[in-house]
């Protein structure tokens, strides 16, 4: 995974166009019922390299998955403004407090005990990075919602 966020950070390649509902389709199939999917207005194509847009995806929803609870997570796909809009939506209890400025940092982690890198919300912050977006986060005793724009 170390490798992989060397790779995203110092990359120049910009991908191919990939075609938006047919990569969260697949997702679908990956993840139902555990995660709800839905559009609105989402733009056709993105251009990112498409192990990119996966990786991203991937470790917001698995982080969800982890930390949200029993209810399904909700991914919402939508425009952001030229941009694709993801936003990943779990109920869980929230980021501490104390945590909330540092899950982004490479190799922060309160997992570890059950195998966590610290990485993938740092692979996430890279490949926005990297595509001209960005990454946020909205957190609170009812749950946490992530937002990538590419």
Known sequence: RLLYLARVEHGSDTGKSIQVRRFFDDLLERYAPRVLFSFDDAPETIRIPSDQLTSAVQNLIENALRHGGEEPVEVLVKNGGRKLAIEVRD??????????????EPFFTTERDRGGTGLGLAIVRAIADKHGGSVCFVTGPTGTTFVLIL
């Open 91 to 104: 109920h869980g209890k929230g980021i501490a407090p104390a945590n909330q400025s540092r899950v982004f």
